[in-house]
């Protein structure tokens, strides 16, 4: 009968730890990127929540837009307001330049989702708005 050779057996056992170690290694690294990835797509998740809450808050919106139309530089500007369930909708036909300036100042520097935005030229002085902000 033939005898096992312990050289053999020594020998195969290395090559046996060096494999598993070699997996272990590159399971490690996979556990790292896949942590990572965990990682950006919490913060992510946190900004997108942060934008949810900012642009689509529907009080919010509301209550600044009124607030901004109760400006005295907007009283004379007959600008009139249509609300509906997923907008709001503000038209004015005969707007001073310096009240529209001041309108579209405040909206386009503000957390708002303007969907459209027609301005018309009727005079050197005066313009028509139609502005639709979405929520």
């Known amino acids: 009968m033939n005898r096992v050779n312990p050289l ?49 808050n529907k009080t919010k919106v509301q209550r600044t837009i009124n607030k901004i139309l109760r400006s005295s530089t907007l009283r004379a500007s007959n600008i009139s307001k249509k609300v509906t369930n997923s907008s709001i909708l503000l038209t004015s036909k005969n707007m001073n330049i310096h009240s529209l300036n001041f ?24 313009a028509s708005l139609q502005l639709e902000i979405k929520w």
């Open 8 to 56: 053999h057996i020594i020998i195969l056992l290395i090559v046996l730890l060096t494999f598993v170690m070699l997996k272990l290694n590159a399971a490690k690294e996979e556990l790292v990127d896949t942590k990572s990835s965990y990682n950006q797509t919490v913060v992510l998740a946190d900004k997108i929540k942060g934008l949810k809450s900012s642009y689509f």
């Open 103 to 126: 309108l579209l100042g405040k909206i386009l520097n503000g957390n708002y989702i303007v969907s459209e935005l027609q301005i018309k030229q009727l005079s050197d002085k005066k």
